[in-house]
């Protein structure tokens, strides 16, 4: 089993546990990148409300 990804044995159950363990890490790394993206798309969505808003503000202060 790899160690260079600090992933371990289990050695609660044996081998089960090892599978269970590798996918369970898998599925971990899977959530942090989904949360990786996911703070990408906010940011980005937040950044163009702002634009928006301050145009408008320069609208209105112009009139």
Request: net charge positive; glycine share 10%.
């Amino acid at each position: 089993m790899k160690n260079d990804g600090l992933l371990d044995r289990n050695f609660l159950k044996g081998k089960d546990g090892d599978r269970i363990n590798a996918i369970l890490s898998g599925a971990g790394h899977n959530f942090r990148l989904l949360l990786k993206w996911l703070r990408l798309l906010l940011s980005l969505i937040l950044e163009t409300m702002w634009a928006i808003s301050r145009e408008r503000q320069a609208v209105i202060g112009a009139t």
